[in-house]
């Protein structure tokens, strides 16, 4: 059993920033490659970004040079450090897991699903 609970969501002006946290249960969370997605009203869920248990890094283009991923394998967190946001970064923002060495953009090959959370850039 892996779960996965995001927080540090909330309403910022554009051009602010934002710090996401996923707090991970389970003591294999080293070997699971880690994701970030985001879902706004009406759309599909979009990736975002992804590392692996390496730290290998891939960022959609629509937030390279703004987003940065990381995680802590001693606390069992990813982060998604968010800069210069922007109005359309507005969405619910889900981390996912996987339990591969591989990065995906895709959502249907991530194994399990935070709960969200919502970040709501003001123009």
């Known amino acids: 059993q892996v779960q996965l609970v995001e927080s540090g969501g909330g309403l910022v002006q554009a051009g602010g920033s934002l710090r996401l946290s996923c707090a991970a249960s389970?003591?294999?969370?080293?070997?699971?490659?880690m994701g970030w997605f985001r879902q706004a009203p009406g759309k599909e869920r979009e990736f975002v970004a992804t590392?692996?248990?390496?730290?290998?890094?891939y960022y959609a283009d629509s937030v390279k040079g703004r987003f940065t991923i990381s995680r802590d394998n001693v606390g069992n967190t990813v982060y998604l450090q968010m800069n210069s946001l922007k109005p359309e970064d507005t969405a619910v923002y889900y981390c996912?897991?996987?339990?591969?060495?591989?990065?995906?953009?895709?959502?249907?090959?991530?194994?399990?699903w935070g709960q969200g959370t919502q970040v709501t850039i003001s123009s």
């Open positions: 996912a897991a996987r339990s591969t060495t591989t990065v995906s953009t895709s959502p249907v090959m991530y194994d399990y």
């Open positions: 590392i692996n248990w390496r730290r290998n890094t």
């Open positions: 389970g003591r294999t969370f080293s070997n699971l490659a």
